[in-house]
């Protein structure tokens, strides 16, 4: 295959979607055929060259219920606030609004307004990505969302077809069809999809910015060499060389990109997390053993989560190095997020929710065993069995802190809490922590106290305590008083000699 026959077949569909009688399309292939990556590719022309008006992207790696289903759907038409619009809001507005909630009704109504006869004139485009992981087409609560949109409340406008035959609500599904439930008969098309080929890797690679680097004399036959040895490249996988060979570009060290492609390669295996360990943006390697952690993970498992839980999750492992400013801190964790997405270790759900994509290929790194000198929290092992326990929660930044701000069901007090020296050395810490007693998660980085504030002994919720790099700390002798702590921290603080005795005994 290539570059012609990939927008050869691109056109195809679209060519499908324009056709009156075709009502589902099924891209089918084995797992690194690139689906979804064609699936990205003809969403939006198929809007901006007007065969329909709105595309709608449905996960199906992660099982949805009617609920998430419905937010899932209202946040992609503009239905609900995205995180920047929470983020921008007046805290005190935020505070005013706890406990309203939106409801499933209420947010049926919005979906089948938005959904009128005004506002679609084409049609609508529902992708079901990754069919078959978690749900599959006919699914019960899917197949109801699914007739929703093409039901409602002003005269069915996106009903089978409109007046000439055309239909109004087009799916497009990409699935493995290992059991080949899907075929080409009535208003369904299949269409097969083939891994790239080594040519194609290269002619991908070649695009763009990256043509520079096969100026480099000797560069084209290393990396042609190491990709014949891979047949199947998935494009998250051709991403990913190109993102390396980028930073060669850079420091033209032929020596130095042939050593770390050798180094991915071992075996019959190829390792791709071992390509994230090297170079320009290597990641670390605590968040790489999260993705092939063979336990339980609540991140990996829970399905999609809330991008700025996962950066907060990283935070308070350690993952992202010695928390000077939550503010930078919290720019390299989205610089490592964007960095996964565009390798499809990370997935998008939408603008703001991902889901972490299981790997196989083995990390030799074992933080939560001990090895490498760095011990972590293991969030998502130690509390993943616990009833009560529903994650860190959605968070944003505000005035230097890291805080929960609520969800799309309602406006909630703050259950988590990220705090550093530079915010506190503009206010009062025991008025800031007294105005926050329901608090489950606290985070305090390289903070200058001697001892705890007074409003430590009112927590009485309080699940995670990380006391990190807080140089003066002296006494945490209240420590006794949080009776409901499960996991804590307390590291850098070379003056705190000794735990309180009654302590591990409560």
Same mark, same amino acid.
């Given at each position: 295959m290539d570059q012609n026959s990939v927008e050869l077949q691109a056109e195809k569909i679209l060519k499908l979607l324009k056709e009156k009688h075709v009502s589902t399309i099924v891209l089918s292939g084995k797992s690194g055929s690139g689906k979804t990556w064609m699936a990205r590719k003809v969403g939006l022309p198929a809007v901006k060259k007007k065969v329909v008006d709105i595309t709608l992207w449905i996960s199906l790696s992660i099982r949805h219920d009617e609920t998430s289903l419905y937010e899932h759907i209202a946040h992609q038409l503009s239905l609900l606030s995205t995180s920047?619009?929470?983020?921008?809001y007046d805290i005190q507005e935020v505070e005013n609004n706890v406990g309203k909630e939106e409801t499933l009704e209420s947010l049926k109504e919005k979906v089948r307004a938005r959904l009128s006869t005004d506002n679609v004139l084409q049609g609508v485009l529902v992708i079901l990505d990754d069919e078959g992981n978690k749900m599959r087409e006919g699914d019960g609560g899917l197949e109801q969302a699914l007739h929703s *949109?093409?039901? +409602?409340?002003?005269?069915?406008?996106?009903?089978?077809?409109?007046?000439?035959?055309?239909?109004?609500?087009? !799916?497009?599904?990409?699935?493995?069809?290992?059991?080949?439930?899907?075929?080409?008969?009535?208003?369904?098309?299949?269409?097969?999809?083939?891994?790239?080929?080594?040519?194609?890797?290269?002619?991908?690679?070649?695009q763009g910015a990256m043509a520079k680097v096969f100026e480099i004399p000797g560069v084209e036959s290393v990396v042609a060499r190491f990709i014949n040895r891979k047949t199947d490249l998935a494009p998250g996988e051709v991403s990913l060389l190109a993102k390396l060979l980028s930073y060669h570009q850079q420091v033209s060290e032929l020596q130095g990109l042939e050593h770390t492609l050798e180094e991915a390669w071992y075996g019959e295996n190829y390792n791709c997390t071992q390509l994230l360990l090297s170079g320009y943006e290597k990641v670390s390697d605590g968040i790489l053993v999260d993705f092939s952690w063979q336990g339980s993970h609540f991140f990996r498992d829970n399905g999609f989560v809330h991008y700025s839980e996962l950066i907060s999750y990283w935070i308070l492992e350690g993952y992202l190095g010695p928390v000077n400013s939550l503010e930078e801190a919290y720019k390299e964790g989205h610089r490592i997020l964007m960095h996964l997405v565009d390798c499809q270790m990370l997935k998008e759900v939408n603008d703001d929710f991902v889901y972490m994509v299981r790997v196989?290929?083995? !990390?030799?790194?074992?933080?939560?065993?001990?090895?490498?000198?760095?011990? =972590?929290?293991?969030?998502?092992?130690?509390?993943? %069995?616990? +009833?009560?326990?529903?994650?860190? $929660?959605?968070?944003?930044?505000?005035?230097?802190? *890291?805080?929960?701000?609520?969800?799309?069901?309602?406006?909630?007090?703050?259950?988590?809490?990220?705090?550093?020296?530079?915010?506190?050395?503009?206010?009062?810490? =025991?008025?800031?922590?007294?105005?926050?007693?329901?608090? %489950?998660?606290? $985070?305090?980085?390289?903070?200058?106290?001697?001892?705890?504030?007074?409003?430590?002994?009112?927590?009485?919720?309080?699940? !995670?305590?990380?006391?990190?790099?807080?140089?003066?700390?002296?006494?945490i002798n209240d420590i006794r008083e949080l009776m409901t702590l499960t996991v804590l921290e307390v590291s850098g603080s070379g003056l705190v000699k000794s735990m309180p005795k009654t302590f591990f005994s409560t």
């Open positions: 920047v619009e929470l983020e921008n *949109i093409q039901q +409602n409340s002003h005269n069915h406008s996106t009903t089978a077809a409109d007046g000439d035959g055309r239909q109004k609500l087009k !799916v497009l599904i990409t699935s493995r069809n290992e059991d080949g439930r899907h075929q080409t008969q009535g208003g369904k098309e299949v269409v097969e999809m083939m891994p790239l080929t080594p040519e194609m890797s290269i002619l991908l690679l070649k196989t290929g083995d !990390v030799s790194y074992c933080h939560r065993c001990g090895y490498g000198g760095t011990a =972590n929290l293991g969030l998502a092992n130690v509390l993943v %069995k616990s +009833n009560d326990w529903q994650g860190i $929660g959605k968070l944003t930044k505000v005035d230097g802190m *890291i805080r929960t701000l609520g969800s799309y069901k309602r406006v909630q007090q703050s259950l988590t809490l990220l705090l550093d020296g530079n915010c506190l050395s503009r206010e009062n810490p =025991n008025n800031l922590l007294l105005s926050n007693q329901e608090l %489950k998660i606290l $985070g305090l980085f390289s903070l200058e106290i001697v001892s705890f504030p007074h409003s430590f002994n009112n927590f009485k919720k309080l699940n !995670v305590l990380v006391l990190r790099d807080c140089d003066f700390l002296e006494k």
